[in-house]
């Protein structure tokens, strides 16, 4: 027995490495700079000053941080709405026995399959003002009477990522569910209906009773998923305009890569891992208690 569990310890020691190397020293590392001042004047040096709490002073003093803090939160709460909206309708007729189903349903992958930058361009292209296909089929239609600035107005921009993050994430939430709708035993339904059950009662009674689990996890996976996402608002608005679509990846990014205030741009990458860590400890405290029962 402590032989097996010794190779088993063997088997482990390359991914722990892995992860302690690519992983943990990462975000102590990110965690230790947050707490000095580091720019690209003394990064290479030994003469870096512990500051303290006073980056995140300085962040929440500047005001851009509640911004994309704000954004970040609208950004991810809408999108998962609508993913999970149209995801679930999806999955209730994807879960249904017809002909192109499977094909079908392989088709719609296709958008969560593509990397997120090209995705970016795609989207940037179809709503940009003159040529965009957005603005060409609305015009066509009668609906608007001269092109929107999709990414140049403050409003429409944060909708036009929200319109493009939920055409990536709908997928997701489709097999996700569909999965789970087929796992549910047809005699559970077949015994409702002798009873008496309607298509209504079905849904709320069986269905979504039997499905928790599976929208939980979905629900925040897809959150922590949204949260921090970064290329689809760099290449689409580089967090513009006037700070309308800045996220918290993309305003660490700035602080760090663009400004060269690398404590600042950690401090700001802390916040939001400080965030998705608090989520995700409560999802694995969820699961753990759903086992147990």
Request: with cysteine; aromatic share 14%.
């Amino acid at each position: 027995m402590a032989r097996s569990r010794l190779i088993g310890y063997y088997f482990i020691f390359p991914a722990l490495i892995y992860m302690i190397l690519l992983v943990g020293y990462p975000i102590i590392e990110n965690i230790r700079l947050g707490f000095y001042d580091v720019n690209v004047m003394n990064i290479s040096s030994k003469s870096q000053a512990f500051v303290g709490l006073q980056n995140y002073r300085d962040l929440f003093d500047k005001g851009t941080i509640q911004i994309a803090m704000g954004n970040t939160l609208f950004y991810t709460v809408i999108c998962i709405v609508f993913q999970f909206t149209i995801g679930f309708g999806l999955a209730l007729f994807f879960s249904q026995k017809f002909g192109l189903s499977e094909r079908l349903r392989g088709l719609i992958m296709v958008s969560w399959l593509m990397p997120g930058t090209i995705t970016a361009l795609m989207f940037r292209y179809m709503f940009s003002l003159d040529g965009g296909i957005i603005n060409s089929v609305l015009l066509r239609l009668h609906i608007i009477e001269k092109p929107i600035e999709w990414l140049i107005q403050e409003h429409n921009a944060m909708w036009s990522i929200i319109i493009a993050n939920t055409w990536v994430g709908v997928p997701f939430n489709m097999i996700l569910l569909t999965t789970g709708l087929i796992t549910i035993p047809k005699d559970v339904y077949e015994s409702a209906a002798m009873d008496g059950a309607n298509a209504i009662q079905k849904f709320f009674r069986i269905t979504l009773p039997l499905l928790k689990p599976t929208i939980t996890s979905l629900l925040i996976l897809g959150f922590i998923y949204t949260f921090k996402v970064f290329d689809l608002v760099v290449v689409m608005t580089n967090g513009g305009p006037v700070d309308a679509t800045e996220m918290l990846s993309t305003y660490s990014y700035k602080l760090s890569f663009g400004e060269f205030n690398f404590s600042q741009g950690a401090a700001v990458a802390n916040i939001l891992f400080v965030i998705l860590f608090i989520i995700s400890l409560g999802y694995l405290k969820m699961v753990s208690k759903e086992e147990v029962m």
